[in-house]
């Protein structure tokens, strides 16, 4: 088998923790992967966006395999499965116990370790395509009552663009060195998910002082649920401040 497109694809599903293989034709891949939604336009996404994560397909392994063939398959299959969920991208599988595989769902793990990796690589291009179609509006800071300033970050989950709202305090000051006003300390980093169908929880937040004090890096780890699924999430935002200590 030769290199492969986006329409040669199989799903691995996420159901009850089993690995399930279901063809996909190129019409069907159409309708999930080329329509994402942010979330709130549409209450709902299709069946297959919801249980499946998307997959290119797999060359098939020998048809005989050992039950020593079969543990070390199972242990990459595994090892390659925990490494893409490891990276928090907004995708999540799982791999069904040895037991339960069928004869022709073996499959050879060098092809499927390239597999998950591809598979990330064109998530996350999808989500870099997705907000970059955003408005300028969408991207602005806000002033909250409390005095934080926020803005929002767009991630990409399940087909469907989800929102978190970030804010802080900040504090700015005059620095003679660089001749404007720069950052001088940050606090209170809260995170709160925007989006109607799924919750968010914020499981860590660091934030890191850079480019000589005039942005802050903000590094964002948290859990999105609903529809049934959960989805691990890292992602990283910045807030700058200009020479004159305005805050976006």
Known sequence: MGGL?????????????????????????????????IEGQKEAVSEEGK???????????????????????????????????????????????????????????????????????EHLAKEREMVQSLSEADRETTLKADGKIAKKAYMYTSEVIRVVEIAANFTTQYNETHDRQVFTGIDGITTKGLSPNGTWEQTAAEASLIDGGRTYSIDIEGIWSGMGLTFEKAFTIEFRCDQFGNIY
């Open 5 to 37: 497109s986006l329409k040669e694809i199989m799903y691995i599903g996420v159901l009850l923790g089993t690995v399930t293989m279901a063809a996909c034709t190129a019409e069907e891949m159409d309708a999930v992967v080329d329509t994402p939604i």
């Open 51 to 121: 249980k499946f994560a998307i997959v290119p397909e797999a060359e098939a392994a020998p048809v005989e395999l050992t039950q020593q063939q079969k543990e070390a398959y199972h242990k990459r299959y595994v090892d390659a499965v925990e490494w893409l969920n490891q990276q928090k991208v907004g995708l999540h599988m799982e791999v069904s116990p040895l037991e339960q595989f069928e004869d022709e769902a073996w499959r050879d793990p060098e092809i499927f370790e390239k597999d998950i990796r591809s598979a990330v690589d």
